[in-house]
């Protein structure tokens, strides 16, 4: 039996770093609640819940657009990374074929390249093409670095449905778009929605890509907003980047706290990949 | 014991199944269609190859040019690389580095483990809700991360004037700005994004370890030390290598974190590599130099990162 002693302190201590995890958000909600005027100092709560700050940052410095391109970079990616992921995962999951092991290391392969190691040709080759500072150049190395994750993803999901079901589809004549369609769909549907969140809240995170890639654009994503706030009012007004460092976060917290399951299911599963 | 519970995990946390070793064909049922499986592949596959696999291998062949971007390139050999193991400011980049990684993994880790030890040892309820909120880092963009703690760092932020408040006003400081205290700082940044994953991770396994083998501590008489190290800790030891590569992985890139709280200063002390292939590429426009830089550093992480999932897989067997 552990005595009553024990359980307090390992409270305490889960209390202590829970309240360590959270201050900082806290603290920069906190922030973004005053305005310049106010002189902030130290930690103080907001005397009125004022959105001020927040109205005047989406305003400016093209941060409400940032917002809409952010939405429209990441709901393309997790789209087209989706679809493509439950393709490949179902090939690669449930049908024998020559040089399968080969394909599926290759695949994962891209879970160890962070962008770092793409980005410099990926800008001059946009050049070459003629389409930089579009929003082009960053969904397409986001899917395509998104499959590998939804590749390894899928395919151990796929991995888990029954064989039998599919035999028994195909005795009955069905074609393999079929079976994926009306059998196995259904079946992985679930984890599929697992892997759209997770592509989801990595694309809207995204900032070394965005950054590159738009410089001198007239397009940008969210993450670029606090940093061009920072950057342009630097012991100017700190309220300021946290209304619109707030806003960024915004969006991906209210989807973790009604889907935090697949979040940390989703985070845990990719991490132990091996 | 730890391995019958090891085959309970599910499918996809089971490493690399026999994917790596070439398929038989023979086992394919008759009319068991074959051929449509590239058709099915094809789509994410030329996605990957193209966006992904093929500008790492231009990465590689752009390290052995110099170029500045504009006019042509001319063929520079290892001369990139022999000035980034020249340069005293290059090498002190992955120095800091190394540093941070005491920050992001070690300290992370550490913190990941004593909480695990708790709670193994007795149990608590609303388990849901600290892990809600300790996991709760994870999902913040890194850009959010910099901006809340910049400003927890100002010199008119809460760090400072707690430190006022409790009469050391002598250690208040401009952290960031700090030519000892600057890289810290930034570290710990990294620990706070990284123990909550840790810990997650670390129980995860934790509760995959029979309750018996407590039960039986117990009755030896172990106490809470002799518990952990007998009992949690060899169950955990995959979780660990796993938390380990992913954290110095998250150590090694830090790019966000840098160049949104101090680009690299004061003075060219929280200088890391990933930072210094940005400004090398695209601000002074040395894009050879950059290149190499760059393939180094994914050459790090991927040996990080194959390194210890070699461990990982040997350690199941």
Known sequence: MTSRLDRYSTYAALGLFS????????????LAFHKKTDNVTGFSLPTTISLHTFTAAWTEGGFAKGMWGSFLVAGSVTAVAAALSLLTGYALGTMRFRGSGLWFNLLVLGLIFPYEATVIPLYYDFQDVHLSGTYWTLILPQIGQSVSLGTFWMRAVFLTTPRS??????????????????????????ALLTLCVLVFMYTWNEFLLALVMLQGSNNTTAPLGPSYFAGVTRSGDPTKVAAAAVMVALPVVAVYLVLQRHFIRGVLAGALKG | ?????????????????????????????????????YLFLLPGLVAYVVFTL????????????????????????????????????????????????LFYAVFSLAIGLFLTA????????????????????????????????????????????????????????VWLGDFTWALP??????????????????????????QELYEAARVDGAGFVREFFAVTLPGIRNELLVAATLTTITALRNFDIVYNTTSGGPAGKTEVPSWLMFHDAFEIHRVGLAAAIATVLTAVISLVALGISRFYTEARQ
């Open chain 1, 19 to 30: 309240a360590l995890a959270i201050y900082p958000l806290i603290s920069i909600l906190f």
């Open chain 1, 165 to 190: 079901l599919v035999e028994a589809a195909r005795i009955d004549g069905a074609g393999s778009l079929r079976i994926l369609r009306s059998v196995l769909f259904p079946q992985v549907r679930p």
């Open chain 2, 1 to 37: 014991m730890t391995e019958a519970s090891r085959e309970a995990a599910p499918a996809s946390t089971r490493g690399r199944p026999a994917a790596g070793r070439p398929r038989r064909v023979t086992g394919r049922a008759p009319g068991e269609p074959h051929r449509i499986a």
């Open chain 2, 54 to 101: 093929f500008p790492v291998a231009q990465t590689v062949r752009l390290s052995f040019y110099d170029w500045d971007g504009i006019t042509s390139k001319t063929w520079h050999g290892l001369g990139n690389y022999r000035e980034l193991f020249d340069s005293t400011e290059i090498r002190a980049a992955f120095g800091h580095s190394v540093e941070l990684i």
């Open chain 2, 118 to 173: 708790l709670m193994m040892h007795s149990h608590v309820r609303g388990l849901r809700f600290f892990r809600t909120v300790l996991f709760m880092p994870q999902t913040i963009a890194t850009v959010v991360v910099a901006q809340a703690f910049t400003w927890i760092y100002d010199p008119s932020g809460p760090l400072d004037a707690f430190l006022r408040s409790v009469g050391a006003r002598s250690f208040a400081k």
């Open chain 2, 185 to 210: 700082a930034v570290g710990l940044i990294g620990t706070w994004i990284s123990f909550g994953l840790v810990l997650i991770l670390l129980l995860a396994g934790a509760q995959r370890i029979p």
